[in-house]
């Protein structure tokens, strides 16, 4: 079977392409694009001259590919999702699926349009405790979901030099703090499959740390998000708090199950601890716990996010390959998992009231939102700009990017 062959665009995040196409045998790597050069140079030292490099999409695009892998900036990954689809190419798109609610709109009807392959490269719904949580459920084992919680806490001031190269206008300094949701949301949608309906939005203050940093919104964002079955999610994501948590906790009906915490030292999300009754009624309390598949060997083990980056990658080039089974993460599941973000923030702005989460597979539901371009960045926004913090955007003085920058310069 022939190779199916990727182009990345941004060369950071990319490098989970290089890897996969350096010990994979199913995929190759063709191309890569970035506007920055030294990136682009130091890339081309390391991969050689058999790849073809650009510093333009529009040339890029144009490269004899299949698929392309969207590494891009987190809030520009539409478009180009958009104008690759119109060049009949797959995509796999790093996080998040859109910036805006119009699109979202234009993102579905576009993948509609050409038939190909969307998948949402979410890879934490892969790593081995929500992973196993998701068979427990779909087996009947945890019965039907009543509560979860899901954390991504990661205090970034340490790498903040290097990931936003002390660029005031970078997306992660104007995001707000709902926006990076899904990796701490989207398990809940992947384990259960059901949607979310709506959300009730709450912001951690703005902080010292943010302020060192240059990023503008409050530390993190808090959800509690309500199910089509009526259970309750408590979601929060954030780049702004003292301490790291990658952490999910679900009860269903016949019992629980929950990753490790940080902390323990006991193998966070490659840990569960599950405590599940027999029949619903049988309330006995029989606490276990293992690390799924450890006891296997598995080609994605020795991949970053506990797996989860080998399995996104390896399912899409499956999916390509024609394995209609093989599992990505499609539009609608994605934005399942991100559009609770957005209205979570819309919620705050509102005061703290309850919002609707729109279904967008439903044609008829897409025109109320086809204009809306309700976000943070000046650019796209026009009338329907919001500040990255509700309180207002603080002033962080150019001095604070200059030493960013210079941080990152020192390496
Ligand atoms: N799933 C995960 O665990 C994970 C981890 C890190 C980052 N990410 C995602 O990966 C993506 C990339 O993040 P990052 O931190 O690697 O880098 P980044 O967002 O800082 O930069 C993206 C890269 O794309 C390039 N780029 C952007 N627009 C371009 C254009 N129009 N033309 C040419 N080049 C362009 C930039 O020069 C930059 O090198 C983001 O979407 C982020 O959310 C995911």
Redesign the pocket.
Known sequence: MSKVKIGV??????SVVIKYCRTQSDAQLVAV????EQ?LTDMKKELGEDIAYY???DDFINHDMDAVF?????T??AP?AIRAFEKGLHVLS???PCQTMKEAVELIEAIEKSGKIYAY????CFMAAPYEMRKLYRSGQLGELEYGEGEYLHNCESIWPR???GDKN???NNMYAHF?CT?SFGPFIHITGLRPISVTGFELPFNARMERMGAKSGSAGLAIITMENGAIIKNINGVGCSKNSLWFSIYGTLGRAESAREDSQYGMYSRIFTNLDRYEGECFDRPNTYCPGADQPSPAQKW??GG??YYIMHNFVDRISGNTDAETIDIYEALDMFLPGMFAYRSVLAGGIPVNIPNLRIPSERDRWRNDTWCTDPAVAKDRLVPSYSKGNPHIPDETYQRVYEKWLKG
């Open positions: 665009f941004g060369v950071r995040r990319g694009c970035d506007s920055w990136g510093t333009s999409f969207l590494a891009n900036y987190a520009e990954h180009y790093e996080v998040l490269a979410e890879n934490c990931i936003t190269r970078h997306w992660r990076y990796h970053g996010h989860g980056d």
